[in-house]
């Protein structure tokens, strides 16, 4: 074995993981072997140990695969941007396990007071899912802000869309939106970094950006073409709104989102193909 390479049993004994979990991260992308052996044997460095170091810290901060691949991706500054929002969710799922103590707790002495008391019971969960989904928003917009979305989204969708859109959404809590927050922020430092490289919209990599770009839309329209095209009515809105007007802003610069839309239309045209 050359000097500084570990065949995969030492590497993954050294990482104290499974050479089962070092063929998968393989498999997905996420970490591949320095070199292989002419026998095919993979052989792994001190540096794929640094990154496999990483990888295993972001996992343990509750970071999906695909979301550390895209953090190791783009560097330092986006891996900031991505920890303080996931400090952010674990804070909130903290308050949101201290929140269903707190039902319990008020359900056993229900129990211990009356125990066919089911309707107060129920009262109390149901008070308390409504604490946690209705508040949240007004942490991070005013009145004036919400009012300004509500009324962009009243203009841009259909009442049927509106009622779809209000049926999925009525258990989406602020987790579920940091959550989101976060994809949407490494997708946006991606587009950044390629801009700032001089990729061309059709390169493999911006075009992988494009389809990631896609999937997160395609998320929230769910492949529906009535809010699919509500949702372009929505923005095309925003766009108009002056600066001080609109109720949340991009970070990418109009020259950035460009190359964005011209990647994500170069994708859209090779699916149609």
Same mark, same amino acid.
């Given at each position: 074995m050359d000097h500084g390479l570990y065949h995969s049993g030492a590497f993954a004994q050294k990482a104290c993981v499974s050479i089962r979990t070092l063929r998968y991260y393989d498999k997905v992308g996420l970490l591949s072997p320095t070199q292989y052996t002419e026998a095919g044997y993979r052989l792994y460095s001190d540096q794929d140990f640094s990154r496999l170091q990483q990888i295993l810290a972001l996992k343990f901060l509750g970071f999906s695969l695909d979301d550390i691949k895209h953090c190791l991706q783009i560097g330092p500054t986006g891996l900031l941007e991505s920890l303080t929002l996931q400090k952010a969710m674990m804070r909130e799922q903290r308050t949101r396990l201290d929140a269903v103590i707190t039902a319990i &707790?008020?359900?056993? /002495?229900?129990? =211990?007071? *009356?125990?066919?008391?089911?309707?107060?019971?129920?009262?109390?969960?149901?008070?308390?899912?409504?604490?946690?989904?209705? &508040?949240?928003?007004? !942490?991070?917009? %005013?009145?004036?802000?919400?009012?300004?979305?509500? $009324?962009? #989204?009243? &203009? #841009?969708?259909?009442?049927? *869309? !509106?009622? /779809?859109?209000?049926? $999925?959404? !009525?258990?989406?809590?602020?987790a579920d939106q940091q959550a989101i927050t976060q994809r949407w922020g490494v997708v946006f430092a991606r587009a950044k970094r390629l801009f700032a490289e001089g990729q061309d919209p059709g390169s493999p990599e911006s075009q992988a950006l494009a /389809? *990631?770009?896609?999937?997160?839309? $395609?998320?929230?329209? =769910?492949?529906?073409? %009535?809010?699919?095209?509500?949702?372009? $009515?929505?923005?095309?809105?925003?766009?108009?709104?002056?600066?001080?007007?609109?109720?949340? %802003?991009?970070?990418? #610069?109009?020259e950035e989102w460009a190359f964005a839309q011209?990647?994500? /239309?170069?994708? %859209?045209?090779?699916? =149609? =193909?």
């Open positions: &707790d008020e359900t056993e /002495k229900l129990l =211990q007071a *009356d125990r066919e008391n089911w309707e107060a019971i129920i009262n109390v969960i149901q008070v308390m899912q409504m604490t946690q989904n209705d &508040d949240w928003q007004k !942490k991070y917009f %005013s009145d004036e802000q919400l009012q300004t979305m509500q $009324r962009l #989204s009243e &203009d #841009s969708y259909t009442a049927e *869309d !509106k009622q /779809k859109i209000a049926e $999925r959404g !009525k258990n989406w809590t602020e /389809k *990631d770009w896609l999937g997160l839309v $395609r998320e929230f329209t =769910q492949g529906d073409p %009535s809010i699919t095209t509500g949702l372009g $009515r929505y923005y095309k809105a925003y766009n108009a709104l002056p600066a001080e007007q609109k109720p949340f %802003s991009f970070p990418m #610069s109009q011209e990647a994500v /239309k170069l994708y %859209s045209q090779n699916e =149609q =193909q």
